[in-house]
């Protein structure tokens, strides 16, 4: 069964410069369990996507569907859980607060939550900072309080837009390890947007290459990597074979530059 | 520490203004200064200008020659403390009203285009021409037993100078969120109840406090002003008109009631500032009044 079905999606802005289309002709399927990224230069509408699907905008045509129902029914239902660049926590809530938030909202019982919040903070090893606040953890530990918040519900979806963006070197390798471990385990499918070739690579079975002006869907990478996802994948030539596969698709034509916003790293 | 320099300074305030009273009472010209038949600069006369020992020492002696007379200080600390009370109701009163009228211009855009002039507007009525208006209205009221007071009409003034700091600094912080936190709450499918008790309200702490600050200083000069302009008894504002009639044999005692009306508002502040220590973890991004 799709997770997410995407067809015919388009999106236009109406702006004060004229008409801007973010999103032109866009058709997407994700499997249940799928890991896919979303990579292309910036502009291209990854972002426009992600929200079209989580039902945080409309498409101007075109038809979304999240496990069989309408975007809007699966925003309803709590189908899906969602990370944005930003970590956006609550300053006023601690740690585990904003982890129970969406718990809080849907009324789960006050056991239910303790036991959930306490299950999540292990998961991404925030452990001791359970009672600390947004503004003493470092950005890496609030996105990662930000991944625990998403993955609160159990969802079946994660769609997930630049999460590591502001992240050093390390600590994104080590989210990414985890990332992976997590959507293992939960067995959720996960739309991911990055800037990222590699880390595009690393996490995903296929890469969706998008382009710019208007909006679209380039190439479709199958990654085949397996699942022994561990950080060996990296120095592998197999891994080396799709990153360069990916990077030819983003320039249209054998890699010769960088693509303008998309990093190589 | 900061807290500790704003103490000072605000002591240091004080004890400058006294120190300028006496030296203008010394050094200014005996008949004051007149331009064009306006008088600019007060007599320097103990009868404009007492001491500041006069007014202390006026405060500290019985209010007549009567044999049960009360001291000054009482008096004027009773007359407080009722006006006070007045004000405390008048402050709640309008800091609902402000908070609900926030509420409404936050749920209905349109609102906010159709209420927030009106709300300007309404602050630009002259008080003193509100007074009597209001109290002539709540001399109809009989509902049962139930019978309007004149302090009652006092604190609907008051209520009306309060509601206006409190609408406006709700509203802000009710729309102070950013787009990403509304959006997240979205994501919840969390509604527009929820949204405004999990996410507006504790927003908008920031800015309600100021706000609550202003409403409550203007809740304080709408009942002296009222109670000056409704002669409704009992109160600090009543008092002001009594002494000051009494000026010309007892200049000094007509400051008294003048102090214990600033000393009101100074406590008045330090309760909200008070409370407002209560919320800190909602504070940490506190602006400015
Ligand atoms: N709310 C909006 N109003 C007007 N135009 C918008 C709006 N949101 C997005 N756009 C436009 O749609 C296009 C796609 O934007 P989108 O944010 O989806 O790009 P993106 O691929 O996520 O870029 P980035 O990698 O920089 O995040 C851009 O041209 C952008 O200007
Ligand atoms: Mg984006």
Redesign the pocket.
């Known amino acids: 069964m799709t997770a997410v079905q995407v067809t015919g999606v388009t999106k236009t802005?109406t702006?004060k410069a004229g008409l801007?289309t973010?999103l032109d002709d866009v058709d997407l399927t994700v499997e249940k369990g799928e890991f896919v990224s979303l990579i292309?230069p910036?502009?291209?509408?990854?972002?426009?996507?992600l929200r079209l699907i989580a039902d945080l905008d409309t498409p101007t045509s075109g038809v979304i569907e999240v496990f069989g129902k309408s975007a809007r029914q699966a925003r309803l239902d709590q189908d899906y859980g969602i990370a944005f660049q930003t970590a956006g926590l609550l300053p006023w809530r601690s740690v585990a607060a904003n982890i129970e938030l969406p718990l809080q909202l849907h009324g789960v019982d006050r056991v239910g939550r303790r036991q959930r919040v306490a299950q999540l903070i292990e998961l991404v090893g925030l452990g001791d900072f359970a009672r600390s606040f947004p503004e003493q953890l470092s950005g890496g530990m609030q996105q990662r309080v930000a991944i625990a918040r998403s993955l609160a519900e159990r969802p079946e979806l994660l769609l997930m837009d630049?999460p590591f963006g502001a992240l050093d070197e390390m600590t994104r390798e080590r989210m990414q390890s985890e990332l992976v471990r997590i959507s293992a385990e939960t067995g959720a499918a996960v739309i991911f947007?990055t800037?990222s070739i590699p880390e595009a690579v690393f996490l995903s079975d296929r890469v969706v290459v998008m382009s710019p002006r208007p909006?679209r869907i380039r190439k479709v990478i199958d990654v085949k990597l397996g699942d022994a996802r561990g950080e060996g994948l990296r120095e592998e030539s197999a891994f080396f074979a799709s990153v360069t596969e990916v990077r030819e698709a983003l320039h249209g034509a054998p890699a010769t530059g960088t693509a303008r916003?998309v990093d190589t790293r | 520490m900061t807290r500790l320099r704003a103490v000072i300074l605000g002591a240091l305030g004080i004890v400058l203004l006294g120190v300028l009273w006496e030296a203008y009472k010394a050094l200014g010209p005996a008949a004051g200064f007149e331009a064009f038949g306006i008088q600019l600069l007060p007599r320097t006369s103990d009868l404009a200008m007492p001491h500041l020992i006069d007014m202390l020492d006026r405060a500290l002696s019985p209010v007549n020659t009567a044999a049960d007379s009360q001291p000054v200080w009482l008096t004027v600390t009773l007359a407080c403390l009722s006006s006070l009370g007045t004000a405390a109701v008048g402050l709640a009163v309008g800091a609902v009203v402000g908070f609900g009228l926030a509420l409404l211009m936050l749920r209905f855009r349109i609102a906010e285009s159709a209420v927030l002039p009106w709300l300007i507007l309404s602050q630009t009525v002259p008080l003193i021409a509100l007074a009597p208006v209001i109290v002539s209205w709540g001399g109809r009221v009989h509902i049962g037993e139930f019978e309007w007071q004149r302090w009652m009409s006092v604190a609907v003034i008051a209520s009306y100078l309060a509601f206006f700091p409190v609408a406006v600094g709700a509203l802000r912080g009710l729309q102070s969120p950013l787009a990403a936190q509304v959006e997240l709450m979205h994501s919840f499918a969390a509604g527009w109840w929820r949204t405004v008790l999990h996410l507006r309200l504790p927003a908008s702490v920031p800015y309600l406090i100021p706000a609550v600050r202003l409403g409550a200083a203007s809740a304080i000069i709408g009942t002296v002003v009222a109670e000056v302009s409704t002669g409704a008894k009992g109160g600090i504002g009543r008092l002001i008109i009594e002494y000051a009639q009494s000026g010309s044999s007892d200049p000094a005692k007509a400051f008294s009631p003048i102090a214990g009306a600033v000393l009101m508002g100074l406590a008045t502040a330090g309760v909200v500032a008070l409370v407002a220590l209560t919320l800190g973890r909602f504070r940490s991004n506190e602006v400015p009044a």
């Open positions: 802005f702006t801007v973010a292309g910036s502009g291209c509408g990854k972002s426009t996507l630049e947007v800037h909006g916003g």
